[in-house]
């Protein structure tokens, strides 16, 4: 079991920067695939990053990069995201995720956080 708890969400102006967090729990956190999703209201989950357990093998969706960096520190158990050049379309909720087997579905993690929400203000 992996336990997995969001933060860092809240409100940024349009252009401006936050940076999530992730801190895992309960097992051995360097042998998962980590994620990030987000949904914002109204639409579907969608994948948004995702890193290698070791660090290497960073994938994005399209619409956040050269924007967004995600990033893991193993020694601490914590997954980032920072998020930088904010848009109107980046609030969401967003999810940690964690798979074993890697891909980059939903139906491919194996544990979930429950989100924390970021706002963007224009």
């Known amino acids: 079991q992996v336990q997995l708890v969001e933060s860092g969400g809240g409100l940024a102006q349009a252009g401006g920067s936050l940076r999530l967090s992730c801190a895992a729990s309960?097992?051995?956190?360097?042998?998962?695939?980590m994620y990030w999703f987000r949904q914002a209201l109204g639409k579907n989950r969608e994948f948004v990053a995702s890193?290698?357990?070791?660090?290497?093998?960073?994938n994005y969706v399209d619409s956040v990069k050269g924007r967004f960096t995600i990033s893991r520190d193993n020694a601490k158990n914590m997954l980032f995201l920072e998020m930088n050049s904010l848009k109107p379309d980046d609030p969401a909720v967003y999810y940690c995720?964690?798979?074993?087997?890697?891909?980059?579905?939903?139906?491919?993690?194996?544990?979930w956080g429950k989100g924390t929400l970021v706002t963007v203000s224009s």
């Open positions: 995720a964690a798979s074993e087997k890697g891909g980059s579905d939903e139906a491919d993690m194996d544990y």
């Open positions: 309960g097992s051995t956190f360097n042998k998962y695939a």
């Open positions: 890193i290698g357990w070791s660090g290497r093998g960073r």
